[in-house]
């Protein structure tokens, strides 16, 4: 199947001719120095260009590797989405000019049932193409159905005294056992697994746990880490997926953490729509955290946990019994807020959203301030109402970054500035979840490395949590 290849484009290489590429204007075929095929564009003008069937919010990577004569002005790189009837519903075209690459990345539209890209020179512009990709994430695409129960995931891990999954990463420092600490002190211990949740550790064999402490004993078949294994220095950045356990227990100790609270009197539109039965659409816009990188659904690995706007949504579903509440995740990593408000009335208002959840900023905190990122939130606030005025909004503040990752005076304080611009913003039709003061308040009950992947991405784990949120703040149901 098509969605199975690295790639899309046919003789990408150019080694079969012009074969599968649609030409037009000045276009040359040629051997290069090194033994290779390349194509002229020009000068008096020349596109090569191909068209692929391809689904909906599948998020791509278009690229070319070139030699202009021109400093790379005049030179386009187009990605077009079409539409069932061939008509274009969203259009890119790469804004770099530089003289031996350009790319573009996006996530297509959501109604995309073919995309067309197109490389061309102007008329007084002449380049040599050497090789042009197309090529899809292979993450996101997960094949396997969710391997546990949904009411036992989105049980909220603020409220029960039976607590379900809890991930612990276990690290040894200093010579110490690998340990780590639990949210909670159990009362009774249900079990002890790896993160795939298909094998299982044996106490006073694997693991003991003394209060909230749960440690490894030697010769564990626990995975563990060592302190020495985390990267150091400038932006420090380690993988620790697949490396976590998850413990299941009962407990007696209340939750001292932080509890996120209903908000349905600022979503009252939705609430009603769910009374009546009427079909709620929910897009979730956001940044590779609301993408859902790193989670197993993601990795197409167990536990197949997906990314948390559509466990949210699948809890919805289960609580009100009904199949129309629906999802639609048009995130993209590495996304901003300026990103959001260029491209929101393309990839979200086609949709005909009833709520829209507005997640950005861990990528914003390395260029701007406070300020204009509450501006670039507002203005795509205003281009959503200004189409649908009643769609309703769920702002979402960022997680913390690992707190090792920096110490930057400025980045630690626009991010501090973001989540109170975001607060400030939430009034009647506009809720917030405050994902920026809870994981904090988290991080300080466990670890930070208990809810992560990386300094930037929740696990599975962190995921629920998140998802709890969501589900919470529509309303006053759990």
């Avoid at 393309?346 to 949709?351: I, Q, S, T, Y």
């Amino acid at each position: 199947m098509i969605e199975n290849k690295k790639t899309w484009l046919l003789n990408e290489s150019f080694d079969d001719g012009l074969k599968h590429w649609e030409t037009f204007g000045s276009v040359r075929r040629f051997m290069n120095d090194n033994g290779k095929f390349s194509v002229e564009l020009g000068p008096n003008g020349g596109s090569l260009s191909q068209e692929h069937w391809v689904d909906g919010l599948e998020v791509v990577w278009l690229g070319t590797s070139l030699i202009s004569e021109s400093s790379g002005q005049g030179i386009d790189l187009k990605l077009e989405c079409l539409d069932r009837n061939g008509k274009v519903i969203l259009a890119r075209t790469s804004k770099q000019r530089i003289e031996k690459s350009a790319g573009i990345y996006l996530r297509t539209h959501a109604f995309t049932k073919r995309i067309r890209i197109t490389v061309s020179v102007s008329d007084k512009c002449k380049a040599t193409i050497n090789s042009v990709l197309l090529t899809k994430d292979g993450n996101g695409q997960a094949t396997h159905p969710m391997m546990l129960p949904l009411e036992r995931l989105m049980q909220p891990l603020w409220k029960s005294s039976f607590v379900f999954a809890e991930a612990v990463l276990l690290v040894g420092k200093d010579g110490f056992p690998a340990q780590g600490r639990l949210a909670r002190i159990p009362s009774e211990v249900i079990s002890v697994t790896d993160s795939t949740t298909m094998t299982t550790y044996i106490s006073d064999r694997d693991f003991k746990i003394t209060s909230n402490r749960i440690e490894a004993l030697p010769h564990s078949r626990i995975p563990v880490m060592s302190q020495s294994e985390f990267a150091t220095g400038k932006f420090p950045w380690t993988r620790t997926d697949g490396r976590h356990i998850f413990v299941t227990y009962k407990t007696t100790k209340p939750w001292r953490g932080p509890v996120p609270r209903p908000q349905g009197s600022n979503l009252t539109g939705t609430a009603a729509r769910i009374a009546k039965k009427h079909p709620v659409r929910i897009v979730a816009f956001g940044d590779s955290i609301t993408q859902g990188v790193n989670v197993s659904g993601f990795l197409n690995q167990a536990p197949y946990i997906p990314d948390w706007p559509t466990l949210a949504a699948m809890q919805l579903r289960a609580i009100y019994k009904t199949q129309d509440i629906t999802l639609t995740n048009v995130s993209l990593g590495g996304q901003t807020s300026s990103w959001a408000k260029e491209n929101v009335g393309d990839v979200v208002l086609p949709l005909k959203p009833n709520i829209v959840c507005i997640a950005f900023g861990m990528n914003d905190f390395w260029t701007i301030e406070p300020d204009q990122f509450e501006k670039n939130i507002v203005d795509t606030i205003t281009t959503i109402r200004k189409s649908a005025p009643s769609t309703e909004i769920i702002l979402v503040s960022p997680m913390w970054f690992a707190p090792s990752y920096t110490d930057d005076e400025t980045y630690i304080r626009r991010f501090l500035g973001y989540g109170a611009r975001l607060r400030s913003l939430a009034a009647s039709g506009i809720a917030h979840i405050d994902m920026s003061s809870m994981s904090k308040q988290l991080y300080a009950m466990k670890h930070f490395q208990d809810f992560t992947t990386d300094p930037m991405h929740p696990n599975d784990y962190f995921s629920r949590w998140h998802a709890q949120c969501l589900v919470r703040t529509i309303g006053q149901h759990e």
